[in-house]
């Protein structure tokens, strides 16, 4: 299994950023979220979120949200998400799971972690879990031995971004702009400031999510950020190709055009 | 202190009655209900809403502004009415209505959205953004963004704007956008989610004028508080009218915020037993309804937690009521504070029991309410039976039913 650390270590020692790839499971298909997940590992990324489908992704624009319904069409339970992080995780690409705070609670947060951890996943990302919250999973989480991960954004203050960071581990999630997810025309000119801000308080690595989709967005953010998050524009790949193997293909071209964005 | 004399608002009447878990704690939670869990990005602008908030509650300049436009728009105090033809029906209990639906655009929705539309004001922001389900809470919100000079977007599910589409053209006519929300069940839920979208996008300029009692703090108690008149005019009047207070009080519960405000002045009256009546649509049994309270579980919904419809493993379930406004499958925290204390007692009524009540006040009253407000009505009936005629009760008519014509035209092929 490959930790986060190891992740940012091996980048930092090749003198570039980390490139992490998201992909909700069951989309767009339960196989194949797992088969184009594998091809963004072969073409580049060094880490893979996959998202767990929620009926009610209220911090996801149009892209992530007819991903999400397909999936959740397709079926997608709690045990698929789990055994698409083992299928992703046999890749060498650190594997984490992105989900809503709801569907850990339902499930139960030490049987979610404890699950996570055996499918050899390595941490979660919780958009709407606060800190004022999170006391539960934190603890779930470290006895698990899974990372947490929080997001930051350009409206918080120093004093949010203090407590975000505090309780994060792995990284800290910086959102380069305000809005849903997406890919933009140009990444938030708010981004770098954030970085900037957080790195006052955490020596953790900081990456950039939110508006990524292309080699020259990734190179832009790589120059002052420790990882460059991209997902939206992985699955506008898979919506846009005829068929499974043209998603695959294109979804490896966009894989390739990111990581030497991330190298440049 | 008369009801037409002197301000008819005070800061007592936005507070909180000084009983157990009455306001919430530092982290917005009515016991383990509430909270927030919502994106990161929007906890300044929440943090923003409840400093204002608690610097307006207490300022005389505000309350001043508030009570006036209560008073001189929306049209407050609101009556109580005695329907005595109706209540024949319930057992021969004395049944008295609120009158929201006398209210300036029909329902108790328009009681918060002043309050909100003035705090926008306080926060320098220019736009307001809501949700809405049968669309008073949107033609409540449209109007005041036209009195204040507000840009104003509703958010509203594509199957809502169907079955109120008189709500929309007023809307329009109010000169708001309307956005029909066509993912997911299409109705409340689904205009929540995409009016949270709107705000993480544009929360610099805009103020989310949320519409119930639920959603993350502040929320539950700015809209209970702003609501929070209607019980308490409705206690000073059924004790002016009856010389007692009532034996029980009804409400319909969507969200809650009709319920919470008629509510709150009674919690401390022991004597006063709370019924809050919830949407069984075509029956528990059938599982279409909107059944929160009485057959939902406990989780996170619209960044509260809160009883919620969901499945095993959190995902939520679409609810059915043939009442846009209590077509929701979330409640407000205060509610499940309230369920779990035992202080309030929930209960479903199915449409068939709604539509029933609400052609029996039309003819035996020449009242046409809500379908929500119907819901109530129902409850008064069935609780009337079982309390007997010697009970006063106290029912919140929360709107009026001109916008369900459509609906009454199918239903009784009128
Ligand atoms: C007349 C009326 N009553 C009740 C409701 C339900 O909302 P709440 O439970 O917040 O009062 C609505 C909502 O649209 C309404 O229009």
Redesign the interface.
Known sequence: MTTLQTVFAKARAENRAALVGYLPAGFPTKDGAVAAATAMVEAGCDVIEIGLPYSDPLMDGPTIQDAVHRSLTNGTRIGDVMRTVEGVAKTGAATLVMTYWNPIDRYGPARFARDLANAGGVGTITPDLTPEESGVWLQESKDAGIDTVFLVAPSSTEDRIGKVAKICTGFVYAASLMGVTGARESVGSAAEGLVARTRRHTSLPVCVGLGVGTGAQAAEVAAYADGVIVGSAFIRRLLDAPDEAAGLASVRELAAELAAGVRR | MSLTEGPILTAADLAGNGVYGDDPDG?GKFGVFG???????????LDEVAAEYEKAKTDEEFLREFDHLLRTYAGRPTTLTEVPRFAAHAGGARIVLKREDLTHTGAHKINNVLGQALLTRRLGKTRVIAETGAGQHGVATATAAALLGLECVIYMGAVDCERQALNVARMKLLGATVVPVT??SQTL?DA??EA??DW?????RTHYLFGTVAGPHPFPEIVRDFARIIGVEARRQILELTGRLPDAVCAAVGGGSNAIGIFHAFIGDEGVRLYGYEAAGRGLESGEHALTLTAG?V?????SRTY?L?D?????IESHSISAGLDYPGVGPEHAWLKDSGRAVYEGITDAEAMEAFALLARTEGIIPAIESSHALAGALKLGRELGPEATILVNLSGRGDKDMGTAMKYFDL
Request: hydrophobic letters at 35%; glycine letters at 14%.
């Open positions: 982290n909270g927030r869990f919502v994106p990161e990005a929007l906890i300044p602008a993912n997911g839920k929540i989610n949270f979208r993480v996008t544009n929360v610099d579980s989780g996170v919904l619209h960044g919620v969901q095993e493993e959190g995902q939520t």
